[in-house]
């Protein structure tokens, strides 16, 4: 593959694999009577129970009202449930119920189905080294991100 035919395909290739992903895992989740989303809610609480509903708008990136009317719908669904903060009432932490517990135990494997289904023919040498390649280029974005701002900041200061 040349430097070109890469900058020409390399952003579309991730957003495509990025959509078709999402629409596999919207797909998959749905037999559990779930959506990826709600999903990815249940999975973060699992993971840090007690964090802020601003905390985990933040972490999955959404917006809070967004987050809002998924949480709602979990709380519906007895999977997950608000309690307020002891120091301040305006304040709500996540914790998952008894219910949401169990559908992560019966969602467990469906992770590991999706990867290997999109991994499938790829040696797992090969995927180790593309997901190591994957997150330098996250890392490469990053710090990309942060110069570019730094830059913007610069340019503000000089001309004001």
């Given amino acids: 593959m040349t430097r070109g035919s890469v900058d020409q395909n390399f952003l579309f290739t991730l957003a495509e694999l990025y959509r078709l992903l999402r629409l596999y895992a919207d797909k998959e989740a749905s037999r559990f009577g779930i959506t990826r989303a709600q999903w990815a809610v249940l999975a973060k609480v699992e993971r840090s129970e007690g964090m802020k509903q601003s905390e985990l708008a933040e972490l999955l990136e959404v917006q809070p009202i967004t987050l809002t009317r998924l949480i709602d719908k979990l709380c519906d669904n007895d999977w997950l449930e608000r309690r307020n903060d002891a120091s301040d009432r305006r304040v709500k932490r996540l914790y998952l119920r008894k219910a ?9 494997g469906l992770r590991s189905e999706i990867t290997a289904n999109a991994l499938d ?7 180790h080294r593309l997901l190591t390649q994957l997150e330098t280029i996250k890392e490469n974005v990053r710090a990309a991100i ?7 900041a610069r340019r503000e200061q000089r001309y004001g």
């Fill in 100 to 108: 949401g517990r169990q559908l992560l135990g019966r969602m467990s």
């Fill in 121 to 127: 023919g790829i040696n797992p040498a090969d995927a």
């Fill in 146 to 152: 942060q110069t570019s701002g730094a830059e913007q």
